[in-house]
Nanobody, 126 residues
C-alpha cells in the first residue's frame, strides 16, 4: 500500500524540541524528494522544508530556518523533522509529502507533491 504515516507530534513548551517522523511504504523511497508542510488553525497549507532523494540537499522556509532540520534514512524509508526552539506560531498539523518525480524545481510549490500523509499535530504552548 502506497502511504506516508507521520508521528511524533505532541504538546511542547515554547523553546522546546520535538522530532517528527514520516514512514513511507509502497514505493521506492530513495527515488523521490520529500517535504514537510504544515497547516495552522484557520490558515492554508504552508511548505516548511524539503530534502533531495539522497539527502544531500535540504531546503527551508524562512520561518523555520536555523531552528528546524530535515533528514532522511533511505534504509528505513523515513524522513524526519527535528524542531528546536519551538514557538507558539509553530502550532499546526504537520504533513509529509512525496514529490511527483525525481527532480523538484521548486520545493515550496505544493503542486510538486502527489502523496500526503494524514498529519501529526504539534501544539506549542505554556
Amino acid at each position: 500500500q502506497v502511504q506516508l504515516v507521520e508521528s511524533g507530534g505532541a504538546l511542547a513548551q515554547p523553546g522546546g524540541s520535538l522530532r517528527l517522523s514520516c514512514v513511507a511504504s509502497g514505493f521506492t523511497f530513495s527515488n523521490y524528494a520529500m517535504s514537510w508542510a504544515r497547516q495552522a488553525p484557520g490558515k492554508g497549507l504552508e511548505w516548511v522544508s524539503g530534502i533531495y532523494s539522497d539527502g544531500t540537499d535540504t531546503y527551508y522556509a524562512d520561518s523555520v530556518k536555523g531552528r528546524f532540520t530535515i533528514s532522511r534514512d533511505n534504509a528505513k524509508t523515513t524522513v524526519y523533522l527535528q524542531m528546536n526552539s519551538l514557538k507558539p506560531e509553530d502550532t499546526a498539523l504537520y504533513f509529509c509529502a512525496k514529490s511527483r518525480g525525481h527532480w523538484v524545481v521548486d520545493y515550496s510549490d505544493l503542486s510538486m507533491y502527489n502523496l500526503w500523509g494524514q498529519g501529526t499535530q504539534v501544539t506549542v504552548s505554556s
